[in-house]
């Protein structure tokens, strides 16, 4: 992966996921210490409604729609510290040398 740094100065890596979904790791602005972001960046939204056709993909407005609420909020990417991080490169590890995580 290219690191290329944001606006901002920081360091980014860009990818997609096996379903083509645009991913990347980062680091943060956070001043309190260290942190990356880590995630998909698109924010799609797949609702499931049963016996209507099963899963669709949905805007924002739709989603909220469909829930019955007035507004939905996406987390779609990770906000990871050094010590988290740390404990997914095990699993990572893990999946990478047998294909899963135990």
Request: glycine share 10%.
């Amino acid at each position: 992966m290219k690191i290329t740094k944001t606006g901002r100065g920081f360091a980014k890596a860009e990818f997609t996921d096996n379903n083509g979904v645009p991913c990347s790791i980062q680091e943060s602005s956070s001043a309190e210490k260290p942190h990356i972001w880590l995630g998909c960046q698109s924010g799609e939204i797949h609702t499931f409604i049963p016996y209507d056709g099963g899963w669709k993909h949905r805007t924002l407005e739709q989603a909220a729609q469909d829930l019955g609420v007035q507004d939905v909020l996406v987390d779609d990417r990770m906000h990871l510290t050094q010590k988290q991080a740390a404990k997914l490169i095990p699993l990572l590890q893990k999946f990478v040398d047998t294909g899963g995580l135990e």
